[in-house]
């Protein structure tokens, strides 16, 4: 199939293809003419990509965990596959606990907030200003 098509069957634009492409996420063949051309197993590998670009890997990342996907029986690229999706989930794991301070954080002052807006609303009323 060609880009236009590859791009409505996975929802992914014509450049995203080209720049995964570019950094070896992806293969295509040429026609004579120049036009890339891609197999059905396309639709497959960028969804993968989509899933990991998503969980927020990086495309150098990325390209370190996808030859478990094309050459699962090498232990040399299991094990160094193994290690990167390691270190993503200890990062993801990080992010996450980054994440949780930050909105306790922020839910401390949502309360704080909430009692100084109480306040305003139950104080005395305004003394008018006179001219």
């Given at each position: 199939m060609r880009i236009g098509e590859l791009s409505k069957r996975t929802g992914v634009s014509?450049?995203?293809?080209?720049?995964?492409?570019e950094q070896s996420l992806l293969t295509s063949s040429r026609s004579d003419a120049g036009q890339?051309?891609?197999?059905?197993?396309?639709?497959?590998?960028?969804?993968?990509?989509r899933q990991l670009f998503d969980a927020g890997m990086s495309s150098r990342v990325i390209a370190t965990v996808l030859p478990c996907?094309?050459?699962p029986d090498d232990l040399g690229v299991a094990e160094e596959t193994f290690a990167a999706?390691?270190?993503?989930?200890?990062?993801?794991?990080?992010?996450?606990a980054h994440l949780?301070?930050?909105?306790?954080?922020?839910?401390?002052?949502?309360?704080a907030n909430s009692r100084h807006r109480a306040a305003l609303s139950t104080g005395p009323e305004p003394v008018p200003q006179s001219t």
């Open positions: 014509p450049r995203s293809l080209r720049y995964y492409e890339r051309h891609y197999s059905d197993a396309a639709v497959q590998r960028v969804s993968l990509i996907v094309d050459v999706m390691i270190r993503q989930r200890d990062r993801i794991d990080a992010d996450i949780i301070e930050t909105r306790d954080a922020l839910d401390v002052l949502i309360r």
